[in-house]
């Protein structure tokens, strides 16, 4: 049986491949090396990126002049780095302590299916739906 720690290494492992080092995210406009993606992002983006592959997803292009995979020793930093804070994350939140700022939660407060920390409000999370018994 494998650990929820190796679990969660495998499901990124899958979703990620040939990762740029430069690449740190789609929600801003450039890359850390300064190419904008829109310069560089296949017809119907983000289904084709030159920063990263994912499978049954998108493709990786080779349009970038930029791209610099990591080599599989970064790779296993990263995720080991990515299980870190997760466990960081996971501790706090046991121990009642917003992982954000490092308050002390009182109370946690939802909206919607949105979970915030009282009093520094903080998002924590999503709750999940409750099922409904007829």
């Not at 829109?38 to 499978?55: E, K, Q, S, T």
């Not at 998108?58 to 466990?87: M, Q, S």
């Not at 939140?93 to 939802?110: G, H, Q």
């Amino acid at each position: 049986m494998t650990s929820g720690a190796e679990k969660r290494a495998r499901i990124r492992r899958n979703r990620i491949t040939e990762e740029c080092r430069h690449f740190h995210g789609i929600r801003v406009a450039k890359c850390e090396a300064g190419v904008v993606y829109r310069d560089v992002w296949g017809d119907g983006a983000p289904r084709a990126l030159p920063c990263l592959a994912i499978p049954g997803k998108c493709e990786r292009l080779d349009t970038c002049d930029k791209y610099d995979p990591l080599t599989e020793e970064e790779v296993e930093a990263r995720e080991r780095e990515i299980e870190r804070r997760v466990e960081e994350m996971i501790a706090k939140l046991k121990a009642n302590i917003c992982p954000v700022c490092d308050r002390p939660i009182r109370a946690r407060a939802r909206q919607g299916r949105c979970v915030y920390a009282v009093p520094c409000g903080h998002r924590l999370g999503q709750a999940m739906r409750k099922e409904h018994k007829p």
